[in-house]
Nanobody, 115 residues
């Protein structure tokens, strides 16, 4: 069993920044791909950003140039730095990873971008 705990969400004004963290209860050292997803009310969950074990990353077009994903294998933590936030970034943000053929999700952290 693996637990993923997201933190760092909150209320921020448009143009502001937040840094989300996802702490895993097991080592992420060998986990090939860790991802951040988000789900806004009434919408499907979508991939925001992902990072491979080698450090390669990919982003949704809507966040390219504003968000940055990173991972600290020693701390079993994945980060999502979010800059220049927009109201349309408002959503619950989740991280996920796969251990032993099973995909695990965290409980999510709410990000609200509003003036």
């Amino acid at each position: 069993q693996v637990q993923l705990v997201e933190s760092g969400g909150g209320l921020v004004q448009p143009g502001g920044s937040l840094r989300l963290s996802c702490a895993a209860s097991r080592s992420i050292f060998g986990i090939y791909y860790m991802g951040w997803y988000r789900q806004a009310p009434g919408k499907q969950r979508e991939l925001v950003a992902g990072i491979t074990v080698g450090g390669s990353s990919d982003y949704a077009d809507s966040v390219k140039g504003r968000f940055s994903i990173s991972r600290d294998n020693a701390k079993n933590t994945v980060f999502l730095q979010m800059n220049s936030l927009k109201p349309e970034d408002t959503a619950v943000y989740y991280c996920n990873g796969q251990w032993g053929g099973r995909v695990y999700w965290g409980q999510g952290t709410q990000v609200t971008v509003s003036s």
